[in-house]
């Protein structure tokens, strides 16, 4: 009797807390019921400036009247659930989204108030202006040297050896490879770790000298202590670079970013300071993000 009413009264506890966990999980909302975004979007040192920025895969639209300020050597990263727009709208910062045919971008998009979608303007050059660092480490297959050489060359940076060198070093230097790659500087690239083909690739986008750094997930392919290192590296490359960063992980967005932009189905909902966001978010969907709660 007394093992039944034992066994009775735990599966009553585990009930009770079923009905808690589902009373606490929130039904997504209606696209068309979110309205404007929350925070601090636009501040007053910006290095890019996004307005009304709607973007469309041939008839579906992924992106609703974004608006967004980028601060120089600001570090700003993008949350949100899968499939809410933050690839589309990092790729919109310096053109990538012209690679898709389907693609459009409406809206003004500008780096130090000049029209980067201004027809006249060569992608080439505004590419190096704006790099960008993605998901799986890409190293072209030729040696370390020459994938850091590689943009200073088709960009005419210098022809000159002696420059090259001191180009390929300072830039490995700041993407905290250089020591360990010093003596094999002729070896192919696609030999190092996936952690050191990520820094490899960092090398690559500083040594054309950009103002501003995309990373779209950097470390999502990478172990804990090679992230670690991508993490350590972005605070020290914040101080001479602008970086936009979009991440799954949450925690890695508390680690390096000073603003946090969350995006939800195509809207941008909420812009804070990073350490608001986390701890006392402005919207009730910034909210449930963060905690774990969407239905
Ligand atoms: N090349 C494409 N063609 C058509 N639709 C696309 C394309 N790329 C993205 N989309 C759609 O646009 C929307 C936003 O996708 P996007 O990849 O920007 O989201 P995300 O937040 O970065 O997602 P994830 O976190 O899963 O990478 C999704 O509905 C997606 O299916």
Redesign the pocket.
Known sequence: MEATASVDNAVQAEENKLKTMKEDVIEQPNVDDIEGTVGTPFVENAKMSMRDVN?F??E?Q??FNVGLDIGKNEVVA?I????????????CLNRM?DT?D??RVQGSLTLEGQDIYDPKLDVVPLRARVGMVF?KPNPFPKSIYDNVAYGPRIHGLTGRKAELDEIVETSLRKASLWEEVKDRLHAPGTGLSGGQQQRLCIARTIAVSPEVILM??PCSALDPIATAKIEELIAELSENFTIAI?T?SMQQAARVSNRTAY?HL?KLIEVNDTEKVFTNPEHELTEAYITGRFG
């Open positions: 973007v895969y041939a579906k992924a992106i993008m949100g659930p899968s499939g809410c727009g933050k690839s589309t709208f990092l790729r989204n898709i389907i693609c998901q779209d997930e979009v799954h995006f195509g």
